[in-house]
């Protein structure tokens, strides 16, 4: 099972970086107001939920391989690998990456049609315009820094206490 704080624990140097950029960013914001929003159409049917899940989790996976292509080019920079060893690398997270991307992509669109089906509102994908592959990525990469955001202050929360 995937879990958000396993992943915060694996890429924290690359976490900190893509939190710190976009934390005040108002389109975090409205990410997270349209998930939110996605999630309460998904709650009591269990195939939305089940969809929705598998939506959050695949954000969560294509910010992970973002996160690998970041750390990839920090070890690039610091001349910690050859020019072999980094095409190598670049290929293997690039074929990873695609598929997850796909994925990703899938998965919005999979539940948008879904929650169509069950006749709930359907425009919460129109923003990112037609064949706009870029537009789901950052999506899913905000929706997972939004969780990161989340989980921290839940634990500063817990340290309070």
């Known amino acids: 099972m995937f879990s958000i704080d396993k992943f915060i624990k694996n890429n ?10 976009q934390k005040l960013s108002p389109e975090i914001q409205k990410v997270k107001e349209m998930f939110d929003e996605v999630k ?3 709650l009591g049917n269990e195939q ?3 969809y929705f899940e598998e939506l959050v989790i695949n954000c969560y996976r294509y910010t992970e391989i973002i996160c690998d292509f970041n750390q ?3 070890d690039c920079a610091h001349q910690e690998l050859s020019a072999e060893e980094y095409k190598q690398r670049f290929s293997d997270i690039d074929q990873t990456r695609n598929r997850i991307h796909n994925a990703t992509i899938d998965s919005f669109n999979i539940l ?3 929650l169509f089906k069950n006749g709930k509102k359907n425009n919460w ?16 990469i905000k ?8 989980f921290n202050n839940k634990d500063k929360g817990k340290e309070n206490e």
């Open 40 to 42: 309460v159409d998904c």
């Open 143 to 150: 929706k997972t820094i939004v969780d990161i955001i989340e």
């Open 12 to 21: 924290q140097e690359s976490i900190n970086d893509l939190v710190e950029s």
């Open 48 to 50: 939305l939920e089940k």
């Open 72 to 74: 990839l080019f920090k």
């Open 125 to 140: 994908l129109d923003s990112f315009g037609k064949d706009n592959r870029i537009a789901y990525g950052n999506c899913a």
């Open 112 to 114: 948008a049609r879904l």
